[in-house]
């Protein structure tokens, strides 16, 4: 009996029937297809269909899944049906240039009747054998489960006695405090106000404060300023946008699939607006996983609402993805694993994907639990739109049926343009079936490609057409984001991790190693999606609640309680405070799973309000700083440099946009060197909004934020690298966005005539750096700008006014639609603006106000 697989509908790859994996074969069916069949297929089909070559039509003959999953017309076999098997379809065909095999004689009636009797007895195919030699990984998997800190049960502490009762103002500082008195250890002292409301309004909002939030924080001294400026900061709009980059980080969002063939997501926007708009309405963090992974099947009483859930689901489909994958089973399950990874490290902080090959070497996760959850993704639609196809061009990536249409779609009726589109195009693929492949399609026309090219480039520009018309996507009603696969079901564990070798079925299911009492059953008529989210939400789940808890904690203190925050496994850090983590997320599930809750109550906190000053005798004795004994001084990222910049300057526009400049792209390929990478780059770089609305394309960071180690966009990442290297000291001094925003901010100043150069410095500093020049300062900063514009004036007039590049009188055109390996691959001149002061005295103000952009008190905050 055989057992079915599901409908793989995986990233645009759609099949009409499901996958079968038979029971182990008898040796008579074994002999029968060795001797009769085996032959046939190696002598008329392997030299087009197989993994030493680039399968015609997306169709392997070599594998049994790549039989059963088929090519671009569908499944080549269907196990017990010979009458539906498109592979007995084309081997009779009556038509010489429709029947298979093309070359060679057709095959006999006789080889014809082997493979229908084949087929009849269920396809059967050789099993390979799995050896499975005696271990000691069980025993030593139940081990870590009993011992591993990360995997025992949530707990609820006590707070400890402390000596010193009057320092802490909340349970967390007793905890912080009991571990410094056992070093014998005293907290440094509180951080001035006006460090401190420099460092709480970035943390919460990634902006700086302006000179007047600073002079009314300054001259209130209720006891309950502090508590008032932060709940103003939580309910600022800016919370959101700086805390839904946090997520935004752990979820790899891009606009575009990124390695081999770089395919826009022209949708993602919608995904990127619905975690701000959910960091600023506080949805609970259980409800927020919920929402990310099966937001499709959830309840929702609007329209608008149902919109939303889909939307969310965009978290797992919007990840890189290698389009350019000649063999469809291992794209399907290339993403799979890319969606497993994403999901149990920013989740769980646990490296399942280790175990795609084998069993995890170091954390008790078993091959079979891997697979367990592959059969989850595998019974998922993937429905971002893209298939995989190896050398395609133009829309032969796009999949408009693989997206998610919204709620509030309509179907547009019918018109006499799409009427007539549809008969052009029927008309236009009549003519390029004709064509090609024929003495007269490959013969070399004037323009030096084949004739039959000139063919596909019209059907494939009529089908563009009809596409902006009838396709949901192009209409702004669909969305890149996960459905239900149409035919649900187990998957089978891959041998060494390749696709194609097929080892036992693995049910579905969640990780063995994380005990959760209660956890639900999967529906096998589902794909489990439901029941691995309200798995992972869980109260009793010991890990996701410690996991959000400590990224949240690394935020706001520089690192987390637990280092690695993307791996609480065996090769990861212990925790510091292990007591206090369990304390806050114990708290933290209590208090409704509310992360504007945690966060207030952290920066409430003394220990946040902790000074940043570094004694000697405290660097030996705790020189990381793991101890909480000081607040440890961090450097902005590049999005608050960027931010904080425009903001300086009078330029920022905080008013969010509509989309973003990648919504426009068709889902074509973008060249690194063509149009539509430059035309987002400048986009960028003309944008004066956030940085978190700028586009994300993969392999296209905006310019301004390149320098300061902007967020990998292929994986999960907790923490970013934060380094200090001379090209950002280049940056600074040569980047035109920072000499715009530099002239920008001088300008304003000169254009103050009231005031005299004492005051703008003090004006400058206090937008720049967030507080008053010293007298030394002042002095300093007279002269330079006094002898700058002198010197500036004695400049020769070709170094005061420096050339500027052209661009191509004519750009070369763009590739459109043909052969993706013939695409014009011309490099376009990189045009950098010139950004020119009137006058001596405006360059001068502008080096002042760029050498303040430059110092460590602008990058850093204390």
């Not at 069949?37 to 002598?43: G, Y």
């Not at 971002?384 to 829309?395: D, E, F, T, Y």
């Not at 330029?651 to 149009?675: F, H, I």
């Amino acid at each position: 009996m055989e057992k079915l697989l599901p409908q793989i509908a995986f990233v645009g790859i759609v099949l009409t029937a499901p996958v079968l994996i038979a029971a182990e074969p008898t040796q008579q069916q074994i002999e029968f297809f060795e001797k009769k069949v085996r032959p046939i297929l190696v002598n008329n089909c392997y030299a087009c269909h197989s993994a030493d070559t680039k399968p015609a039509g997306g169709l392997r003959l070599d594998d049994r899944n790549g039989i059963l999953h088929g090519g671009q017309s569908g499944p080549a076999v269907v196990p017990g049906a010979p009458e539906k098997s498109l592979l007995l379809t084309r081997v009779r065909h009556e038509d010489p240039k429709r029947r298979m095999p093309k070359e060679g004689d057709p095959l006999s009636a006789s080889q014809i009747a082997d493979l229908t009797a084949w087929i009849q007895d269920g396809a059967a195919w050789p099993v390979e054998k799995v050896s499975t030699p005696a271990s000691t990984a069980a025993q030593s998997y139940e081990r870590i489960k009993a011992r591993h800190w990360a995997l025992q049960p949530l707990t609820d502490p006590k707070v400890p006695e402390v000596s010193r009762k009057t320092w802490p103002l909340s349970e967390v500082d007793r905890f912080i405090l009991a571990k410094l008195e056992e070093r014998k250890l005293a907290p440094l002292s509180d951080a001035a106000p006006l460090t401190l409301i420099r460092r709480v309004t970035y943390d919460l909002t990634g902006l700086p404060p302006t000179p007047a939030e600073i002079e009314a924080f300054l001259k209130d001294e209720s006891g309950s300023a502090y508590a008032r400026l932060v709940d103003r900061l939580l309910a600022s709009p800016r919370f959101g946008e700086r805390w839904g980059r946090h997520w935004l980080d752990v979820a790899r969002y891009g606009e575009s699939s990124g390695p081999s063939r770089n395919i826009p997501y022209p949708h993602a926007w919608r995904y990127r607006d619905y975690v701000i708009n959910a960091v600023n309405r506080d949805v609970s963090y259980d409800r927020f996983i919920q929402e990310q992974v099966a937001g499709d099947l959830l309840p929702a009483a609007t329209i608008p609402e149902r919109d939303r859930l889909l939307i969310a689901t965009g978290f797992l489909a919007l990840g890189p993805k290698d389009v350019n994958q000649r063999f469809e089973e291992r794209f399907i399950m290339d993403d799979a694993a890319e969606q497993i990874d994403t999901l149990t490290r920013s989740t769980l902080a646990l490296t399942v994907g280790c175990a795609r090959c084998h069993d995890h070497k170091f954390d008790p996760i078993p091959t079979a639990d891997y697979y367990a959850l592959a059969g989850i993704f595998t019974s998922t639609d993937d429905a971002v739109g893209v298939r995989s196809k190896m050398g395609g061009a133009g829309l032969d990536y796009y999949d408009p049926k693989m997206m998610v249409r919204l709620a509030s779609y309509t179907p547009p009726a019918p018109t006499e343009a799409s009427k007539e589109l549809e008969a052009e195009i029927a008309a236009a693929k009549k003519q390029f079936d004709a064509i090609r492949d024929t003495r007269e399609g490959l013969a070399v026309g004037p323009d030096g490609r084949p004739r039959q090219q000139e063919f596909r480039v019209k059907w494939q520009r009529l089908q563009a057409q009809l596409l902006d018309l009838t396709d949901p996507g192009a209409r702004g009603y669909a969305v890149h984001g996960l459905r239900e696969g149409k035919h649900p079901a187990d998957t089978a564990v891959r041998i060494r991790g390749e696709a194609e070798r097929l080892g036992p079925v693995a049910p579905r299911g969640f990780l063995t190693s994380i005990t959760v009492p209660g956890a639900p059953k999967i529906d096998p008529a589902h794909s489990g999606r439901l029941e691995l989210a309200q798995w992972l939400t869980n109260p009793q789940n010991p890990l996701t609640a410690r996991v959000i808890v400590n990224r949240v904690w690394q935020h706001l203190f520089g690192q987390g309680i637990v280092t690695t925050v993307d791996n609480f496994g065996i090769t990861g850090d212990q925790p510091s405070h292990p007591e206090l983590l369990d304390y806050l997320a114990s708290r933290f599930v209590q208090d409704g799973w509310s992360i504007k809750k945690l966060v207030r109550t952290l920066v409430l906190s003394r220990t946040y309000r902790l000074g940043s000053e570094a004694p000697a005798a405290y660097r030996e004795i705790d020189p990381a700083n793991r101890l909480l004994w000081r607040h440890s001084p961090r450097r902005l990222d590049a999005e608050e440099i960027r931010d904080s910049m425009l903001a300086s300057a009078g330029r920022l526009q905080l008013q969010p946009p509509v989309g973003s400049p990648a919504r426009d792209l068709k889902m074509v390929e973008m060249r690194d060197n063509g149009p539509d990478s430059r035309n987002i780059q400048e986009a960028a770089d003309r944008s004066q909004v956030r940085s978190i609305y700028l586009p994300l394309l993969r392999g296209v960071t905006p310019s301004a934020l390149a320098a300061f180690d902007p967020v990998t966009q292929t994986l999960v990442t907790g923490q970013r690298e934060s380094t200090t290297v001379p090209t950002q000291a280049l940056f600074l001094l040569n980047s035109t966005f920072v000499r715009r925003q530099s002239l920008s901010l001088a300008e304003q100043l000169l254009s103050q005539t009231r005031l005299n150069d004492a005051a703008r410095i003090r004006q400058a500093y206090r937008l720049t750096l967030g507080r008053a020049p010293n007298r030394l300062e002042i002095e300093r900063a007279r002269k330079f700008v006094v002898e700058y514009g002198a010197s500036y004036r004695r400049l020769p007039a070709s170094e005061v006014q420096p050339p500027v590049a052209a661009r191509p009188a004519v750009a070369p055109p763009r590739a459109g639609f043909g052969d993706a390996d013939d695409m014009d691959r011309t490099e376009y001149v990189a045009i950098e603006e010139t950004v020119q002061p009137e006058n001596p005295q405006a360059a001068a103000w502008l080096s002042f106000v760029q050498a303040l952009y430059a110092s460590a008190d602008f990058r850093f905050v204390r």
